[in-house]
């Protein structure tokens, strides 16, 4: 393993001590929207000497500290904007190079926890009872646990959570029974444990009125009973999307394979907890379209969870790797055309994401400097799609896509358990490719991590899936009012909703269309009322561009009935440009700012200029 690395994102220090094991016990409070709770640390000292410990806070309550049950000081830091403050532990007396102790915080969190969405009833689908839910990627666990908040270090971890007992509790960790809660008859504990050791990042923790749905040998799908069926039916390819990741990455090393369909608000497409994939109601789309999420998040099952980037500057070690999987995944279910058309998409959404940072922007290099910046700002298509553009391009210069997965499946076999840098990378491939180090010498290495904007080569994709988009899409981005005629609503019939939203897409990358042709589309393709997530989003940014007021109410609704950070901050952006729709547009915000998620109120607020 490479020598240790700062994490910039982190008060602790990884070269001092590591969390081997961590002890939950948490009170879900929704009338106050605190957790009461304590966290018990089992640590091991790195070096002689260890005199004090420090740990991640963020907006946390901090009541009592103790060294195997005896009582020591704790002093907290100054509070800096987005990493929180450090605490620092004094301990009795100075630890030994692997030696071990146990350091119990007992704290409580904010009602403005960074990590925790506090729903009251009305924002559920049942409208009866609160909801709460975590997201902790990337250093916000630090506001519901002290911790180590750094994807270098690794902890199994047993959790008892107490909540009101009409309601369940799951986290990303196997269920370990229930008890009842001896101090409040009115509540009920429920237990878990998590043997495989994993970052902090993926600690999580749902709290509502849910059902589950048995969809296969070792999976559930949980959600609001208002959602629950159409969720199983979604979902019910869970268990071959598992087992075709076996035959590609080995054995699924975590039990228990479930998913949650979370309320509209849950700021992601989809977030990959251990036991327990976190999952947006906008998949729910009735067509089954959309499978490739649920793919992408079994894949980070290996690439992610299993190994794991030391720090959020190697995130494309995480998500590059998880896309290439995810696809790959896709090619032995429905071949290798589907594969490439996925990948043209997926290539489209690279051009974007660094169209709106700006090409010399450092955040769309594919290793890039966090010094001063919050991972939360860097989050883009970038480490996703220029990390896949990485990965095939290695594809096809070493032999092919069957070759190249032997490199990945080894990869992950060295690795597995630990949290890994992008140099570590590098040195596994040349290691396994000893052979063809002629090859992997012509890869321009510093330009791919280190240089901002477009990839240094542009990969060829079979267009095959993709002709009959890009057809349609030119016809439509010429045509005058004369030519309007000459569409039908036959044009889509043959087309998958992938296609369709590739069309769409197609569509954005080209100056925007005249007004009449977006209202010819709508009379012909009815795109207005379609309840595919991913088609609405872009038909909706086609006519903000085109400025068509019709559609800023439904730009509106869209942003304000779900809260997934791919449709609703591009939206707010959109809406923010189309002058007329700007001041409706920062007044919904506004409103419904209190209902968004924390992570995504931040960021839009900054896409308004707000702040």
């Known amino acids: 393993m490479a020598a240790e690395v700062m994490d910039n994102s982190s008060w602790t220090s990884v070269t001092d001590f590591t969390t081997r094991h961590l002890s939950l016990n948490l009170t879900v409070d929704f009338q106050s929207c605190r957790i009461a709770a304590s966290a018990a640390l089992t640590v091991e000292a790195l070096r002689d000497g260890l005199s004090a410990l420090i740990l991640d806070t963020r907006d946390l309550k901090i009541l ?6 005896q009582e020591v000081k704790f002093a907290l830091g100054n509070k800096h904007s987005y990493k929180g403050t450090p605490l620092t532990i004094s301990l009795p007396y100075k630890l030994l190079r692997g030696q071990h102790t146990v350091v119990e915080v007992i704290y409580e969190t904010s009602p403005e926890a960074s990590a925790l969405q506090w729903l009251t009833a009305e924002q559920t689908a049942g409208k009866k009872h609160p909801y709460l839910f975590s997201q902790c990627q990337a250093i916000h666990c630090r506001s519901m646990v002290p911790c180590q908040d750094t994807p270098s270090v690794k902890s199994t971890y047993y959790a008892r959570v107490s909540v009101p007992k009409e309601l369940v509790a799951l986290m990303s960790a196997n269920r370990d029974g229930e008890l009842a809660d001896n101090k409040d008859d009115s509540r009920k504990i429920y237990c878990f444990q998590q043997m495989v050791p994993m970052p902090s990042y993926l600690i999580a923790l749902v709290v509502g009125s849910l059902e589950s749905r048995v969809i296969g040998p070792r999976s559930r799908v949980w959600s609001e009973k208002e959602m629950v069926d159409a969720a199983a039916y979604e979902f019910e390819e869970t268990e071959t999307m598992l087992k075709k990741a076996e035959e590609l990455m080995g054995p699924y090393v975590w039990g228990q394979y479930d998913l949650l369909v979370l309320p509209p608000s849950f700021p992601y497409g989809g977030m990959e907890n251990p036991c327990l994939t976190f999952v947006t109601p906008t998949l729910l789309a009735g067509d089954r379209s959309l499978s490739n999420v649920i793919a992408h998040e079994i894949s980070h099952s290996w690439t992610g969870n299993l190994v794991t980037n030391k720090t959020w500057e190697d995130f494309w070690l995480n998500e ?20 490439q058309f996925a990948a043209i998409g997926g290539w489209k959404d690279l051009l974007e994401a660094i169209e709106t940072f700006g090409a010399t922007n450092l955040l769309t290099s594919l290793v890039p400097k966090l010094c001063d910046i919050d991972p939360d700002d860097a989050f883009s298509s970038v480490p996703y799609e220029k990390g896949f553009a990485l990965l095939y391009h290695l594809e096809e210069q070493l032999g092919g896509p069957d070759i190249f997965m032997g490199f990945l499946k080894a990869y992950i076999q060295i690795f597995a358990y630990n949290s890994v840098t992008t140099e570590d990378w590098k040195k596994c491939l040349y290691t396994y490719f000893s052979d063809k180090t002629e090859i992997l010498n012509k890869v321009d290495w510093n330009t791919w991590f280190r240089s901002p904007g477009i990839p ?18 030119k016809r439509w981005s010429i045509a005058t009012d004369v030519e309007l005629d000459c569409f039908t609503e036959n044009d889509l019939k043959e087309m998958t909703s992938q296609q369709k939203i590739e069309f769409l897409a197609l569509l954005l990358l080209e100056p925007p269309l005249r007004l009449n042709n977006v209202k010819r589309m709508q009379d012909l393709y009815k795109f207005n009322s379609v309840k595919n997530a991913e088609i609405k989003f872009r038909w909706l940014r086609l006519c903000l561009r085109a400025q068509w007021e019709k559609a800023i109410p439904l730009a509106l609704e869209m942003v304000t009935v779900q809260g997934r950070m791919k449709f609703t901050r591009p939206l707010y952006r959109d809406l923010y440009n189309f002058e007329q729709a700007r001041e409706q547009a920062i007044e919904t915000f506004k409103k419904n700012k209190p209902c968004m998620h924390p992570i995504t109120a931040a960021l839009v607020a900054k896409d308004l200029h707000l702040v």
């Open 64 to 69: 009592q500290t103790t060294v195997n049950g």
């Open 320 to 339: 590059g790797h998880t896309v290439y999987l995810e696809r790959m995944i896709a090619r032995s279910m429905f071949g290798e055309k589907h594969r």
């Open 456 to 473: 240094p080569v542009t990969p060829h994709y079979d267009t095959s899936m993709d002709d009959v988009c890009i057809s349609l899409c």
